[in-house]
């Protein structure tokens, strides 16, 4: 049992690969850009959009910045965002936000 425990606490911490985000193997809330525009920052909307995945082998949602575009009601979309959460692998939710008028 011992043997297996390190076989697979070794195999976790040697797999790592570089990812376009921070990634932590045991947990993981990042908060990071996905575009801004050229028109300034200042905005009056914001629209969110949410997918969750669960075990990593089941994952529902619409994160797309279209889906969140709408849900603020933005026709103009001054910047993106997204945010990431995920535990273990086991329970991951995905937020993308929409700033605009």
């Given at each position: 049992?011992?043997?297996?425990?390190?076989?697979?606490?070794?195999?976790a911490?040697?797999?790592?690969?570089?990812?376009p985000?921070?990634?932590?193997?045991?947990?993981?809330?990042?908060?990071?850009?996905?575009a801004?525009?050229?028109?300034?920052?200042?905005?009056?909307k914001v629209?969110?959009?949410?997918?969750?995945?669960?075990?990593?082998?089941?994952?529902?949602g619409?994160?797309?910045?279209?889906?969140?575009?709408?849900?603020?009601?933005?026709?103009?979309?001054k910047?993106?965002?997204?945010?990431?959460?995920?535990i273990?692998?086991?329970?991951g939710?995905?937020?993308?936000?929409?700033?605009?008028?």
């Open positions: 049992m011992t043997c297996l425990v390190l076989t697979v606490l070794t195999a911490f040697l797999s790592g690969c570089a990812t985000y921070p990634y932590g193997a045991f947990y993981t809330e990042i908060k990071a850009p996905v801004a525009g050229s028109e300034g920052l200042s905005y009056s629209g969110k959009a949410k997918a969750t995945s669960v075990l990593g082998l089941v994952a529902t619409d994160a797309s910045i279209k889906a969140a575009a709408e849900d603020g009601k933005i026709s103009r979309i910047y993106v965002d997204y945010d990431a959460r995920n273990l692998g086991i329970f939710e995905y937020t993308t936000t929409v700033y605009g008028d």
